[in-house]
C-alpha cells in the first residue's frame, strides 16, 4: 500500500495561462544580472574547511579535471572563471545594457566532487505479475466479478497468487514481497470472501470481525477506499485516523464497523479510551507495512493491541506484510503469528511452493547474523545519484525538475524533503519563481519564460485540512489517492535516514510493473552513502551534476549577457555557469525581497539543520551537523550569507531544549524521535509531537509568516515529507 507522509503534487496548469510578454521579461532579466553584478559576494568568507577547498569549483576541481569536463560538456572548458566586467550588447537592434552574471559566487571554493567508486551489486528482484487470473481462485462469482470491473485486474500479482489460497485455508502467514507489488488485495481477497461466507450474516452492530493495522492515516485511507470496496454491502468497513476528532470515531464505532483499518497510535488511544471499543468477535488481525510500523517505534503500541485483543478473542488468523525482512519484523511475527507460512517472492525460485503453486511453511531466507537485509526492488526502476555542492543544491533541484517536467513529456514527479518547513520552502519559493501566473504582474521575480506546464501541490503533515483536499485532487489526476500509478520520479533531496525508508520512498514509483526512475541527491561529503545501500544490495547509478544543470541552455530565459549574440555556440561550462547563476538570483532576489522572506528561508534553514542532526549513530559518520558549511547551504534556501546567529551547536542546544525533552519524555525513545523527526509516516497520534505542534502554533500566530502565509516552522509533527510533482 502506497504511503507518501507529505507530498507536493504538480498537475498542468490551465492552458489559458498567459505567458509573460518577452521583452518585459528580458527587461526583468537584465535587472535581476545588474542587481546581481553590482552585489558584493562573500565569497571568502563563506569558504570552506581548508581540507576541502579547492580553487575553480563547479567540478571536483575544474583544472584537475578538466577532461571531465570536456568529456560531459561536449564544449570547450574554460580555463579560468573570473567573474566578469559588465558588457554592452545588442538585442532586437537596440543597444540595451546587458551586465554579465558574476558566477564567483555559487561555482568558487565549492567542495570536491569524489569519484563515486560506486560498487556494482546483484539487486534481487522480482517478477510483478503471474499469467493466473482471479477466476481461478476459490471468491465468490461477485467478488471476482468485482475486482475485474471495478478494480480493473485481471491478473493476479505474484504475491496475491501465493498469499490468497494460503489465507483463504486459515493459516497465519507472513508475506513479504516488494513494494507497489498488490499485498494490500493480497489480503483484502481472502478477509471479504471469508467474511460474506459466514453462516450467520455479520450485522454491523456486531463490531470487527476484521482488524487492519497500518503505519500512517494516509495509507488507512487508501486501504479503505482500494481494498475493501467489496460488493457485500453489509459488511461494514471503517477507519480510523487521526486527523478525525475522536468524538466522532467513537460515534462511528458505537455503530459498529466489522472491517476496522486503523494506524497504532490511534487504535491504542481508543482501547484506553473508548468503552464502546471491543474484540470479541476479531477473527482476522492485519498487520500491513510492518516494517514502516516498527521504524516509526509502534512495536509498544502493538503489544497493547495484541495484549487487548487476546484477553477478549484467542482463536483469529493473523497476517503480516512487509516489504522488507527485517530482525525487528521477525521479531513481530514471532509474536503476533501462529505457525506461520513464510511467503517471500523471491522463494518461487528456490522450490518453496506444492505442485499446485501454493507455498508451504519454510523458512524464510533471513540476512545472517550481522549481514545487513537485502531488498526486492522492482526491475522497472532506475536509480540515480547526485554529488551536489550544498551551493548548488537549489539551482540543481530547480533544474531537475525543469528538465523533466518542462522539456520531457508525461513526467510526474515526488521529491521527498527532510521536513514538512522544506516542503514549505520550496513549494512557496518554486511555484512563485518558477510558475508563471495569469495576470501577474512583472515583478521581475518570475521566469520570463516560467512555465505554464507545471503546477505544484503539496502534502505533509502539518496539512490536516489539506490532506482532504489532496485527496480530492488525487482523485481527479491519479483515481488511487497516494499511490500514483504514474509516478514516473522520485527525487530525495535529503537522503532518508535508512535503507528502508529509501525503499519504501523510491517505491511510490515503478509500481505494479511500470517503469519508474529515482534520484537521490547527496553532498560531496555525503559520497560514503551510496557504498551503505550496495550493502542492502541496491544500486545507484551516477548523474553529474552538470548534466543536470545543463538543461538550463536549453531555456534562453536563463541566458547571461555573454552568449546574448551567440546562439548557435554550443554550450559550455561557462554558459552553464552563467545560467546558474541567473537561476540562483532568481530566488535570491524573492528571498530578500522583503525581511519577512529572509527570516522565513532562515527558518527553514533550521529545519533542515535540525533534521540534520537526527540522523541515526550509524550513519553519523556520512551525516554529521559538524560538516556541513552553514554559508555555503544559506545559498541551497536562497540566503546571500549564512545567519549570523546560527551556530549548529546552539541551534541544536535550543532545539533540545525546547522540543526534545517534552518528546523523549513522551516517547521515552530517541530512536522514535528521530524517526518521528523524519519520517513521513506518521499516525498523526504522537502526543508529545501534537503538543510542540500546539506550541508551535501558537509561536507562528506571534512570528513572521512566510510569504504566502501559509508556511509552517518548527519541529513539525512529522517532519519527513515530501513535494510531488506532475507533469502534462
Ligand atoms: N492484480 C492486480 N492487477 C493490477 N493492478 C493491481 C493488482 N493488484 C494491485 N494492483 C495495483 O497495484 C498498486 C500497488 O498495490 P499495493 O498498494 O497493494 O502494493 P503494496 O505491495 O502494498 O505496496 P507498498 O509496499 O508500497 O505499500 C495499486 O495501485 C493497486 O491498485
Known sequence: MAAVGGLLLHVPESPTAAPRTLSGSRRAQARRQAEATKRKHPASREAPPAKRRSEASFLPAERAAAKETQRTFKGKAQKTFSPKKPSV???????????CVRTSSLFKNNPEIPELHRPVVKQVQEKVFTSDAFQELDLHPHLISTINTVLNMTRMT????????????????????????????AYCIPVVQSLQAMKSKIQRSDGPYALVLVPTREVSSLTFGMGFKQPFTWIVPGVLMGGERRKSEKARLRKGINILISTPGRLVDHIKSTKNIHFRRIQWLILDEADRILDLGFEKDITVILNAINAECQKRQNVLLSATLTEGVTRLADISLLNPVRISVLDQHHGQSDPKGRAVPEASPLPAAGEPDSFAIPESLDQHVTLVPSKLRLVSLAAFILQQCKFEKDQKMIVFFSSCELVEFHYHLFVQTLLSRPGAPASGQLLPSASTRLKFLRLHGNMEQEVTIFFSVLKD????????PQVTWIVQYNAPSSPAEYIHRIGRTARIGCRGSSLLILAPSEAEYVNSLASHKINVSEIKVEDILSVLTRDDCFKGSRWGSQKSRAAGPQEIRERATVL?????????????????????????????????????????VRSLHLGHVAKSFGLRDAPQNLSVTALKRRQANLNRADLHKKTRSKHRLAEILRSEYSSGMEAGVAKVKKQKQTRRARGPLPASGQGSEGVSKFSGAALCQLVD
Open 477 to 484: 489526476v491519479a483515481a488511487r489517492g497516494l499511490d500514483l
Open 584 to 624: 540562483q538570483t532568481v530566488f535570491e532576489d524573492y528571498v530578500h525581497s522583503s525581511e519577512r522572506r529572509v527570516s522565513w528561508a532562515k527558518k527553514a534553514l533550521q529545519a533542515f539543520i535540525r533534521a540534520y542532526a537526527t540522523y541515526p549513530r550509524d550513519l553519523k559518520h556520512i551525516f554529521h
Open 158 to 185: 505474484s504475491v496475491q497468487k501465493q498469499s490468497i489460497p494460503v489465507l483463504l485455508e486459515g493459516r497465519d502467514a507472513l508475506v513479504r514481497s516488494q513494494t507497489g507489488s498488490g499485498k494490500t488485495l
Open 89 to 99: 550588447g545588442v538585442s532586437d537592434g537596440t543597444r540595451e545594457q546587458k551586465p
